[in-house]
């Protein structure tokens, strides 16, 4: 018998999402993070990168503020107003000491509850291969959220007055084929669709299919695989760790 997944814990206020680019949020959970903002909860996201190597026909250098432009029309969507950039260099950004500063610093500026990434692993399950960027980052948060509660690590930090923080209570995994949790996308699948669509630049070159009817076959398959295992509700799927 299949195991079932478990709700989503609903008993925090703030939310931290961390990822690699512009747009991982949308293919992942932007469905939950409606539910979580429309419910009163704050949710910030962090981007370890703008996405600038993301579009074969756009340099970098305009890439990256258009990238930006779009996520942050995306998160705002969804009911979220706070998008910051870290501005480590899309394709090669590199898991280290230097990530996990960066995560565990906004960590400290944020002091949330929950953190949020994507898919950490080397695949997505079976045999396609996940990206350099999207491991580093996801194994980086995973680790920050301890980083950032010792003051003895990256004691540099405490200097420039971020304070440490250990109230992180999960870190929860998107677009894992190891979930354990999930949130009814039901509220927010509209508001999904919407915000992965603002992403259009990306997506046209992305696919000769028209941007709506990708971005809803998309997110729609995405929900209903979870849904069999969430009492048939369309589901976000969550890997969640608890601290």
Same mark, same amino acid.
């Given at each position: 018998?299949? @195991?079932?997944?478990?709700?989503?814990?609903?008993?925090?206020?703030?939310?931290?999402?961390?990822?690699? &680019?512009?747009?991982?949020?949308?293919?992942?959970?932007?469905?939950?993070?409606?539910? $979580?903002?429309?419910?009163?909860?704050?949710?910030?996201?962090?981007?370890?990168?703008?996405?600038?190597?993301?579009?074969? =026909?756009?340099?970098?250098?305009?890439?990256?503020?258009? *990238?930006?432009?779009? @996520?942050?029309?995306?998160?705002? /969507?969804?009911?979220?107003?706070?998008?910051?950039?870290?501005?480590?260099?899309?394709?090669?950004?590199?898991?280290? +000491?230097?990530?996990?500063?960066?995560?565990?610093?906004?960590?400290?500026? &944020?002091?949330?509850?929950?953190?949020? +990434?994507?898919?950490?692993?080397?695949?997505?399950?079976?045999?396609? $291969?996940?990206?350099?960027?999207?491991?580093?980052?996801?194994?980086?948060?995973?680790?920050?959220?301890?980083?950032?509660?010792?003051? $003895?690590?990256?004691?540099?930090?405490?200097? @420039?007055?971020?304070?440490?923080?250990?109230?992180? *209570? $999960?870190?929860? /995994?998107?677009?894992?084929?190891?979930? =354990? &949790?999930? /949130?009814?996308?039901?509220?927010?699948?509209? *508001?999904?669709?919407?915000?992965?669509?603002? &992403?259009?630049?990306?997506?046209?070159?992305?696919?000769?299919?028209?941007?709506?009817?990708?971005?809803?076959?998309?997110?729609?398959?995405?929900?209903?695989?979870?849904?069999?295992?969430?009492?048939? *509700?369309?589901? /976000?799927?969550?890997?969640?760790?608890?601290?």
């Amino acid at each position: 018998m299949t @195991q079932q997944l478990e709700p989503m814990p609903t008993d925090w206020q703030r939310a931290l999402a961390v990822v690699a &680019h512009p747009d991982d949020l949308e293919y992942g959970c932007s469905a939950a993070v409606a539910s $979580w903002t429309d419910a009163g909860r704050d949710v910030a996201y962090l981007l370890a990168s703008r996405g600038e190597a993301g579009i074969d =026909t756009i340099a970098p250098e305009e890439c990256a503020p258009l *990238r930006e432009r779009e @996520q942050r029309t995306s998160a705002a /969507v969804v009911g979220v107003s706070t998008v910051e950039f870290l501005d480590h260099k899309d394709g090669v950004i590199e898991y280290g +000491t230097r990530l996990r500063r960066d995560i565990a610093a906004a960590i400290r500026r &944020h002091r949330p509850e929950l953190l949020i +990434t994507l898919n950490h692993r080397d695949t997505w399950g079976g045999s396609m $291969w996940n990206t350099p960027d999207h491991r580093a980052v996801g194994r980086a948060t995973l680790d920050a959220a301890g980083d950032a509660g010792n003051r $003895w690590i990256f004691p540099e930090l405490t200097e @420039q007055g971020l304070e440490p923080w250990g109230g992180v *209570r $999960w870190v929860a /995994v998107a677009g894992t084929d190891r979930p =354990t &949790h999930a /949130v009814d996308a039901s509220e927010g699948f509209e *508001r999904s669709v919407e915000s992965l669509l603002a &992403h259009r630049t990306y997506i046209e070159v992305l696919t000769e299919e028209d941007p709506e009817t990708y971005c809803r076959t998309f997110l729609d398959g995405m929900s209903r695989m979870a849904a069999s295992r969430f009492g048939d *509700r369309p589901a /976000v799927a969550f890997e969640v760790f608890a601290r």
